[in-house]
């Protein structure tokens, strides 16, 4: 996937986006604990960024090979459809962990001229993370697409709607509900939209929970548990699991029709 | 016989036996001493409570300790008057309401120097009080929730009260004033409380230099009039609710040259009116400023918002906004007389929303809420509330200290770029 011209030049676009944004804020404001402008606007680029292009490339490089009939060739040797899935899965998480360590090492190498470490580890941690569960997702995307482009649509919809269009919505209903309604449909956008549980763990491995707001205190206060991160950390592996496993599912049923 | 004198020695090094000064029975000294005398205590660990009724001065002479029992104040000070308490320590026991450090009642001309509490529910109360005097007091509470502790110092009832460079930590309130006229807190430090400063029915109070960190509020400041605070370090007040500054309901009253940091609201003024607010730095704080029917000749001026996620926010009322510097500022100076050529409008759809709604709180900074904002400003959806006419162009009181070059850090991260390109060539090869 590395030799791929369209995954270097979203690596040399990611890593220049990020180091920019990065350096600007570490320049503009002071280095202080807690949410700021500088953390708020680096994670926002992650979550803008990371998801696109892991969307998009991944579930692409499925589809294309269903479209073109690689898949149906690679049928024909001695390889399961499972390992098939997790091969595109770790060379997928290989080249973007290669792509955000690029990434890190140029931003911690600008922080060297300002005088601060320029990242924080649970910002390393989250990244890694989004890589992790949107990899699986878009295989998943791959399995489900008829072809490159309806990937391509498909992948750009669920990316807007979960960064921005749920977003809005609930805002758009909070206007006419009441605030307990809200914050009830905001805990299940939580757990239903990837992008929202990795923003809220973002909040909860940098102990930021408080930023959310008092509304959410019974929310918070459960996450932040030990037994609330155990949770946490297993839903994560849920996504992954069970996205992995409806591609392969999906990829089998389709295998079968034929 | 050796073998035992030399563990008898190293013992008496690690293990030495505290004095006790039992035999000298405080309570007895005080009773004994004239009304006047300045009675001198010899170093040791002596048993409290003592009750103090008369005019005296008791100082510690080198490392004096008072012990409690727990069940009422180390030391009382009751109907007197010119008492001195100097270079104690106090130690208390339990956490009853009764483990408090000092409890005057009725006194008038006080001063309380260089005492250090330890252990205690409360450190200082007082009720009808006139002119206490206090300073270099030291007072470290429990290790409880806030609800199970008392408060560092406490005045009821009181006026002209002055406390200087007094450090407090782990208590509910570091210092808690009610019905009190002319208080003056100057270059204390209070921090892992529940509020810094609590004061409520307060008239002439002045708080300067003081620095408050990570309690859930800096300053709560209530139903107060005429008050002064000026050059405070508020910072680190990050718990849900958390405010660096909060007034209620007051009048006449001024804030200036504060600096507000990191805090979930750095400021928040709620209906009040009269009042300035001048020449502070507001800076990464997830709301600097909160305006809650406070617009009625309120002004915020002069001030520095730098790094903040929302600058300012305000009910429907909005507020006065004047000549302040905003680093999301997006207009020009073409006249270069440093102010703005066009007007900064505070107001964003999210920060109003966050106002009438608590719950939009988490939408805080989110993907969604930064391309509304951009959205705002692009559109110049201003509205009519928290307006700046003429916006500052720049800080006046920034400063940047010079950075070095880390260069131990930037060969590891060139070395890692280096290293990374290679595997990936190297991959892109085979």
Request: net charge negative.
């Amino acid at each position: 996937m590395l030799r791929s011209r369209w995954m270097q030049l979203v690596a040399l676009l990611f890593v220049f986006v990020f180091a920019s944004v990065s350096l600007i804020q570490q320049m503009a404001l002071p280095e202080v604990e807690g949410f700021t402008r500088q953390s708020a606007a680096a994670l926002n680029l992650q979550l803008f960024l990371l998801p696109l292009f892991l969307l998009t490339i991944g579930s692409m490089s499925i589809a294309g090979d269903v479209e073109s009939g690689w898949l149906s060739l690679l049928k024909t040797y001695p390889i399961t459809l499972r390992q098939y899935v997790f091969g595109k899965y770790a060379a997928l998480l290989l080249s973007f962990f290669v792509m955000l360590a690029l990434s890190f090492s140029v931003v911690i190498g600008t922080g060297a001229f300002v005088g601060q470490l320029g990242i924080s580890w649970v910002f390393v941690v989250l990244s890694f993370l989004i890589v992790l569960i949107f990899a699986a997702i878009a295989l998943l995307i791959g399995a489900i697409a008829k072809s490159r482009l309806h990937a391509l649509a498909l992948s750009l919809v669920l990316w807007a709607s979960w960064l921005l269009l749920l977003s809005y919505a609930l805002m758009a209903i909070g206007t006419f509900s009441a605030g307990h309604v809200l914050q009830k449909l905001l805990i299940v956008n939580i757990h239903i939209n990837p992008a929202e549980w990795l923003r809220f763990g973002y909040f909860l491995l940098s102990k930021q929970e408080a930023v959310l707001g008092p509304a959410f205190y019974s929310f918070t206060n459960f996450y932040s548990s030990p037994f609330g991160l155990f949770v946490y950390a297993c839903l994560s592996v849920l996504w992954i699991i069970l996205s992995l496993g409806f591609a392969v599912f999906i990829l089998d049923r389709k295998g079968r029709v034929e | 016989m050796k073998r035992i004198m030399v563990l008898g020695f190293l013992f008496a090094i690690f293990f030495p036996f505290e004095a006790r000064a039992d035999e000298l029975d405080l309570q007895k000294l005080i009773n004994q001493s004239l009304s006047g005398e300045e009675l001198q205590i010899p170093a040791g660990v002596y048993s409290g409570p003592i009750t103090i009724q008369k005019e005296i001065s008791l100082v510690g002479n080198g490392d004096v300790i008072i012990e409690g029992d727990g069940e009422k104040p180390i030391i009382s000070v009751t109907e007197t008057e010119n008492v001195k308490i100097q270079s104690l320590t106090l130690h208390g026991q339990g956490n009853g309401d009764g483990n408090s450090g000092i409890h005057m009642k009725d006194v008038k001309n006080i001063a309380i120097e260089e005492v250090k509490m330890t252990n205690v529910t409360s450190g200082v109360k007082a009720e009808r009080a006139r002119k206490l005097y206090l300073s270099n007091l030291t007072i470290t509470g429990l290790s409880a929730h806030f609800s199970e502790k008392g408060n560092g110092l406490s005045i009821y009832d009181s006026d002209q009260i002055e406390i200087y460079n007094t450090t407090i930590h782990d208590v509910q309130d570091g210092f808690y004033m009610e019905r009190v006229e002319q208080l003056k807190l100057v270059g204390n430090h209070v921090s892992s409380s529940r509020y810094g400063i609590h004061i409520m029915y307060v008239d002439y109070a002045r708080a300067s230099d003081n620095e408050f960190q990570e309690n859930v509020t800096g300053m709560m400041i209530m139903m107060t009039n005429n008050t002064d605070i000026v050059h405070n370090f508020i910072y680190d007040h990050q718990e849900l609710n958390g405010s660096g500054m909060i007034l209620f309901e007051g009048k006449h009253i001024n804030i200036e040259n504060n600096e507000l940091v990191s805090n979930t609201v750095g400021l928040s003024l709620q209906s009040i009116s009269d009042s300035i607010v001048k020449n502070n730095q507001f800076r990464t704080n997830q709301t600097g400023v909160t305006l809650v029917k406070s617009a009625k000749e309120t002004k915020v001026t002069n001030n520095e918002f730098s790094g903040n996620i929302v600058n300012l926010r305000s009910d429907e009322n909005g507020g006065i906004i004047h000549r302040n510097y905003y680093d999301d500022y997006q207009g020009l100076d073409m006249e270069e007389d440093g102010i703005g050529d066009t007007p900064y409008s505070a107001v964003q759809s999210f920060g109003q929303w966050m106002v009438r709604k608590p719950v939009y709180q988490y939408f805080v900074e989110a993907p969604a809420v930064v391309l509304l904002n951009e959205l705002d400003s692009q559109t110049k959806q201003t509205g009519t509330v928290l307006i700046d006419e003429e916006p500052k162009m720049s800080m006046t009181t920034q400063k940047r200290e010079d950075k070095q070059i880390n260069f131990a850090q930037l060969i590891g991260a060139l070395l890692l770029v280096l290293g990374l390109i290679g595997l990936w060539r190297k991959e892109a090869l085979i």
